[in-house]
């Protein structure tokens, strides 16, 4: 009987500019005014305690059209662009994965570092 909770993670292996591969798990993807975007994370699968030690990197690409006319995915130079497109990246994993420490409080001091209403 297959379990139910199975993962399988949506991975890319890319190379860098210095020929360098690594693999990547696919966050989330958007498309904002008919440009397709990608937010990544290093994915850690044989070291596990790395993944534990990592910092929650994000990386953000977008897809372009190379040369052949083949889709790729390239950096964002702009930084006005790379800083729009991931605070929408941003606010729309938190939604995801609902991080509202407020919701998550339980205790009774106030003097906690919790915000109390």
């Keep these: 009987?297959?379990?139910e909770?199975?993962?399988t993670p949506d991975l890319y292996t890319l190379v860098?500019?210095?020929g360098i591969e690594q693999t990547f798990e696919m966050l989330d993807a958007m498309e904002v005014d008919d440009i397709q975007y990608f937010a990544l994370t290093p994915y850690y699968e044989e070291d596990p305690e790395a993944?534990?030690?990592s910092d929650g990197e994000v990386i953000i690409l977008k897809s372009v059209l190379d040369e052949s006319g083949e889709e790729i995915m390239v950096s964002i130079d702009s930084d006005e662009e790379y800083e729009r497109i991931g605070a929408m990246f941003m606010e729309r994993i938190e939604d995801m994965f609902e991080f509202d420490d407020d919701d998550e409080c339980d205790c009774q001091d106030e003097g906690c570092s919790h915000h109390h209403s």
Excluded: F, N
């Design 5 to 7: 909770l199975d993962y």
């Design 16 to 18: 860098d500019e210095d």
């Design 1 to 3: 009987m297959a379990d």
């Design 51 to 53: 993944a534990l030690q």
